[in-house]
Each structure stands twice: as structure tokens, then as C-alpha cells.
């Protein structure tokens, strides 16, 4: 067997222990009466609709009109940019075709104290405004649920208005297929002026030539392209390094701040929490509790093995906890919900299974009389196949669950697109959950498990499970 150096065990257990600790409880201080959050902890979750409850509405075009798609979902990314630019990361959100409206869902902000679902579709509903500005500095700016950054409130020469939503006519993605152009076969943003506004647009483009002229959603930028020729005909594009979907995306945003027609509420109301914090914190105690067991049975059970287990599951835990709150920074913070509760502790289960094979078939090997160091390494070897083969079945399951109920899915017409948040959160943390059992459970224990048999006063069989040495 590989020896390992004896110190890794401490420095590797305490690494965990005090990553763990940081991801469960976060980092963060005060200056004066405002909270500083340096790392995100489980405090920083925000709660889905079905634990701390939340709003919901349904949209449609104001005075009757007769939405086309294209219009519809361009009305649809008015809300998705204003939810964004709140800060509002997690939601459900889709647009019916057939009946021309959009139904949002959305759960409180976790400081929330005033629960007013009225002002909060106001805010994300009202009619948006799609501006060309001079330059492109701003005030602020936030974390996007793509995890790019959102630059908000324009400033300085930026704060004036060249041109509004109304010059445009149309805006599309496509594809930049000119000869010779380093561009070639690139994602586009072809735009396609009114008459008014092509006239606008080349006296802007005669002035800014060679500038940057930024094109915003409200205070929100969702452009800021140089120009590089006088255009005439109203007819431009917008080039940079866009996949398909950027392109797109941004296309939507700028065809909603020309949009024909106004979005009015038809229904709106708070989606009372099915679970609530009173319940939640039972759970979390009894989740508590159930730590507690587990760790008391491992180590009676399997001794050494079981310390080594129950800091593995520790840090299994902590990885997963740190995907969902936002601690790693570039990754999107998640929504917690109940079916994703369910994921994580199916999760932590797979991690238990994972360690106690590893001890069994450790305990096996000393059984058949192998010396320490040969069970150790036979017992590991063995149990891999068999820990790897039941956690690649649930990786798949879960990858398929994030694909199949994720967002823009063909199976959403089939069941719904209601039922997308909540099977795309269970396959999310059970995604999380196993990738940090094979790093902690499979990866970390072992070495753990091979570095504390270098010293002496672990070189017992009985504290590995077997009978004392010499029976």
C-alpha cells in the first residue's frame, strides 16, 4: 500500500472541518448597523415559494391586443431583465402562446418583512424603456443570474437620452456570414429602424463615430457597442463574441422596449408557504439530530473508519451547502425548496452507504487475515467499483432531470411548465450532493483512512473494525 504521510490526516481534517464551518455559518462582520457579507452561509439561502411562500401573477397585452410569439416573448424578457436587475435570481417564468399571457412566480427576498404582492408586480410590470446613450458609464452594478456582472444607473454624459425604444422596428438575432470579415459566421444583433429613426440614427452614428453608444433597458445596460461606420438606411447590427442564445436574448430585451403594447395584471396574489419557517426549523433540528445518530452509529460501528466517515460527511455537506447559497462565487446562488431539501438528504444518504462499504469490505479483508496495510488497500480497491457504480446512476438521474425540467424543455408541454422549478431543484442539490460525496466520501477518506494508519497508536485492527490483535 501507498504510504501516506502521517500529518495529511490533521491537515486534510481540519481543512474540512473549518471549510465546512464557513459554509454552513458564512463569514461576515459589521460596519456600524450594516451586515458585510464576505462568504455566503446557510443563513444566506433564499427559501423557494413552497417553505417561505411568495407572489404570483398572470399578465396579458393591455386593451385586447393580439400579441404575436415573438412579441410575447419579448414582453416576457421585460420581466425577466426587471426581476434580474432587483435581484430576483430564482423565479418561474413563462409565457402561454396560445391564451397570450405570461405567468410569473416569484418567493419573497429573504429581508423582506412587509409582504405587499401588489407593489412587488407593479415594480417588475410596468412599462419598460429602451434608450441609446452616449458612453457607457454607470453607478452600480449586481450579479446576474448568469452569473455575469449587470451595470445599472447610467452616469455622466451617459445619463443623455439619443434615442428611444420607438425608433426601432425590429431586432433580431443572426449571422454574420460577410466575406473576408474576422467575424465570419459570428452571432449578431441585426436591428431595423423606422423611418424616423433611421434618420435619427445616422445623425448619431455621424457624431459618435468610432464611440460607444450604450443601449439600456430602464437603468439597466444591456449593450454597449462601438460604432464603426455613418448608417444611413436604418439598418445596423451589433457584433461581439454572442452564442445563439446571447444573441437572442438580447434581441428579445431590445424588440420589449419598442413593444406596441402595454402589460396589464389580471390576476396577482402571495402563494402561502406549504411548509413555513416554524416547520422549517423542526426539520433543521431534526436534521440535527439525525447528523447526530448517524455519526454515533458510524463510530461505534466501524470506529476509526467512522471518525473518518463522519468528517467526510461534514465536508460533504458543506460542499453542497456552499453550491446552493452562492459561496463560490462563480456559481449562481440557488433556490432551497422542498423537493430540493429531499435531494440533499438523499444525498447525504448515498455519502453514509459510500463509507460504510468501504468499512465493510475493509473489516472483510482483516477477516480473511490480511495484515492492516493489505486491508486498507484491498478494502478500498474493492469498495470503489461498487460505490462508483450506485453514484454514476444517480449522477445520471440527475443530469437528466436537470436537461428534461430544466428551463425551455420539450417535456414542459407534456407536464407543465409549472412543474420545472421544482424537479430541476431536486436534481440540482442530488447533482451537488453526489459530486461532493465522491470528493469527500471516495477521494478525501481514503486519504484520511491511509495516513492515520502510519501511526502507531492506530496500528490496532480492533479500531478498524476488526477483532483486537492476537484473538
Request: net charge negative.
Amino acid at each position: 500500500m501507498k504510504r501516506i504521510p502521517k500529518p495529511i490526516f490533521f491537515i486534510v481534517a481540519i481543512l474540512i472541518l473549518l471549510f465546512s464551518y464557513s459554509a454552513i455559518f458564512g463569514v461576515s462582520y459589521y460596519v456600524g448597523d450594516n451586515k458585510e457579507t464576505v462568504v455566503k452561509g446557510i443563513g444566506d439561502i433564499r427559501w423557494g415559494t413552497d417553505i417561505r411562500g411568495g407572489v404570483e401573477a398572470t399578465f396579458e397585452p393591455a386593451d385586447g391586443y393580439n400579441a404575436t410569439d415573438e412579441q410575447l416573448e419579448a414582453a416576457k424578457s421585460i420581466i425577466e431583465t426587471r426581476m434580474i436587475s432587483s435581484g430576483i435570481t430564482d423565479y418561474e417564468l413563462y409565457a402561454d402562446n396560445n391564451t397570450d399571457r405570461i405567468i410569473v412566480r416569484f418567493p419573497w427576498k429573504e429581508d423582506e418583512k412587509n409582504f405587499n404582492a401588489e407593489a412587488a408586480i407593479e415594480e417588475i410590470s410596468s412599462t419598460a424603456q429602451l434608450t441609446f446613450r452616449p458612453g457607457n458609464s454607470y453607478a452600480d452594478t449586481s450579479i446576474g443570474s448568469d452569473g455575469e456582472y449587470v451595470y445599472k444607473t447610467p452616469t455622466g454624459d451617459t445619463a443623455t437620452i439619443l434615442m428611444d425604444g420607438s425608433a426601432v422596428k425590429e431586432a433580431k438575432a443572426g449571422v454574420d456570414t460577410s466575406t473576408g470579415s474576422k467575424n465570419a459566421s459570428k452571432y449578431v444583433v441585426l436591428l431595423e429602424l423606422n423611418d424616423e429613426g433611421a434618420k435619427k440614427f445616422a445623425e448619431i452614428t455621424e457624431k459618435y463615430n468610432g464611440q460607444v453608444v450604450s443601449i439600456w433597458m430602464d437603468d439597466v445596460m444591456l449593450s454597449a457597442p462601438t460604432i464603426q461606420a455613418v448608417i444611413t438606411d436604418g439598418s445596423a447590427q451589433i457584433t461581439g463574441d454572442f452564442t445563439a442564445e446571447e444573441a437572442t436574448k438580447l434581441a428579445d430585451r431590445i424588440t420589449a422596449g419598442a413593444l406596441p403594447f402595454q402589460l396589464e395584471t389580471i390576476n396577482h396574489g402571495s402563494i402561502s408557504a406549504s411548509l413555513g419557517e416554524n416547520s422549517l426549523i423542526a426539520m433543521a433540528y431534526a436534521g440535527i439530530i439525525a447528523i447526530i445518530l448517524i455519526a454515533i452509529f458510524m463510530i461505534v460501528m466501524y470506529r476509526l473508519p467512522g471518525v473518518v466517515a463522519v468528517i467526510a460527511l461534514i465536508g460533504q455537506m458543506g460542499i453542497t451547502i456552499a453550491a446552493i447559497s452562492g459561496y463560490f462565487t462563480v456559481f449562481n446562488s440557488f433556490t432551497m425548496t422542498l423537493p430540493g431539501i429531499a435531494g440533499l438528504i438523499l444525498s447525504i444518504g448515498m455519502g453514509v452507504d459510500a463509507n460504510v462499504i468501504t468499512s465493510e469490505r475493509i473489516i472483510e479483508e482483516m477477516r480473511s487475515g490480511r495484515t492492516l496495510d493489505g486491508a486498507l488497500d484491498r478494502g478500498t480497491k474493492s469498495s470503489l467499483t461498487a460505490i462508483i457504480d450506485g453514484n454514476m446512476t444517480i449522477v445520471i438521474v440527475a443530469i437528466i432531470l436537470l436537461l428534461v425540467f430544466g428551463p425551455s424543455n420539450i417535456l414542459s408541454v407534456v407536464f407543465g411548465q409549472s412543474t420545472t422549478g421544482t424537479i430541476y431543484s431536486f436534481g440540482y442539490t442530488l447533482l451537488m450532493g453526489v459530486i461532493s460525496n465522491f470528493i469527500m466520501g471516495v477521494f478525501l477518506s481514503r486519504v484520511m483512512l491511509r495516513a492515520v494508519a502510519g501511526y502507531k497508536f492506530a496500528r490496532h485492527k480492533w479500531l478498524f473494525g476488526g477483532v483486537k490483535d492476537g484473538e
